[in-house]
């Protein structure tokens, strides 16, 4: 008998393309095809102007937790700057307690782009790294009833978290890096990380498991583009996703959605092929997520980087999800 294939499916709300209003009814219509579970981006700017939106999560994901109960959700979210992890902590406690067993938290260490609006200096990436952690810690702490008090690169007097969910909610790591995969191991509770080819992917998930992952969750988030042909599904995911093609060295500095429009200029439509799944054909993309389940991913959230997306959560609901779960 050959191994059997399973894997939970779901639906990316990308908030930086769509209205929350709009991505509210897209999740109804994922629950509706058979989607299991939904990820929330988490911006305070789009990666470009073409997107255009940038709804706040946190106000969205009470109403879409209510209005598909059967969906299972998770949010990426950077403490440290733009949020105090207190707040983060409450917030996430406070979704646990009102839907549990039905909330993860996913944490990075962030985006220029999102978190620069504060104004405080943007550290380098280790600094960053550092934060990250230490919001880890308070927000474990705060989630065990501790009085919290903390001096170090983010600051926390006397902070007390009174409502706690009686499950708390697992904190998984972001990572797009090797070397982020292998530190993450070591304190998350799982693993999120971005599509790419099979050989690179491998290398992610072997750097966690080593880092002290084996055996935690993991999340791969898919960028694809579907359309009913290859060239329209090619020319709509340059038209929406062109600027989210480079290094991390880049996506993580760039502070503005002008600035990723004028560094996207440059970027010919086939460079996509390397960095988003582009197909018209169905079969085509099981035989892609077969390989990621292969790899042991336990979570596959599917981002259509085109603006269709009625269209492909019915043919995905349709052809896809029923040939992998």
């Known amino acids: 008998m050959g191994i059997i294939l399973m894997a939970n499916i779901g639906y990316h709300a990308s908030h930086e393309q769509f209205k929350p209003s709009e991505l509210l009814k897209y999740a109804q219509m994922a629950e509706q095809a058979g989607f299991t579970h939904a990820l929330s981006s988490d911006h305070f700017h789009p990666w470009s102007e073409n997107q255009g939106q940038s709804g706040f999560a946190w106000s969205w994901l009470g109403a879409a937790m209510q209005a598909t109960p ?13 949020y105090h992890p207190a707040i983060i902590a409450q917030a996430a406690a406070t979704l646990a307690e009102m839907f549990p067993q039905r909330f993860w938290l996913t944490v990075g260490s962030g985006q220029a782009l999102n978190e620069y609006i504060t104004g405080e200096h943007w550290p380098v990436k280790s600094d960053r790294n550092t934060r990250l952690k230490e919001c880890v810690d308070v927000i474990r702490a705060l989630w065990a009833g501790e009085t919290v008090t903390h001096h170090g690169l983010i600051c926390v ?23 982020t995969a292998e530190w993450l191991g070591s304190w998350a509770d799982g693993l999120i990380t971005t599509s790419r080819s099979p ?23 898919v960028q694809l583009s579907y359309e009913r042909d290859e060239q329209t599904a090619l020319q709509k995911a340059h038209q929406q996703w062109r600027n989210n093609i ?10 503005s959605p002008q600035q990723f429009d004028a560094v996207g200029e440059f970027v010919q439509p086939k460079e996509l092929y390397e960095h988003v799944r582009i197909s018209a054909d169905p079969q085509q993309h099981i035989e892609w997520l077969k390989k990621d389940i292969e790899l042991g991913f336990d979570e596959l959230i599917l981002h259509n980087v085109n603006r269709e997306q009625q269209q492909f959560i019915e043919v995905f609901g349709e052809k896809v999800i029923p040939a992998l779960v």
């Open 70 to 82: 059967t969906l299972s959700y998770r949010v990426v979210c950077a403490p440290g700057q733009r």
């Open 157 to 179: 007097e006397e902070a007390k978290l009174y409502t706690r969910p009686q499950i708390l909610p697992l904190i998984i790591g972001a990572a797009v890096t090797v070397e």
């Open 199 to 221: 050989e690179k992917l491998k290398k992610v998930v072997d750097a966690f498991r080593r880092g002290g992952g084996e055996g935690k969750p993991m999340i791969l988030k």
């Open 246 to 255: 480079f290094k991390n060295i880049v996506m993580t500095e760039l502070r």
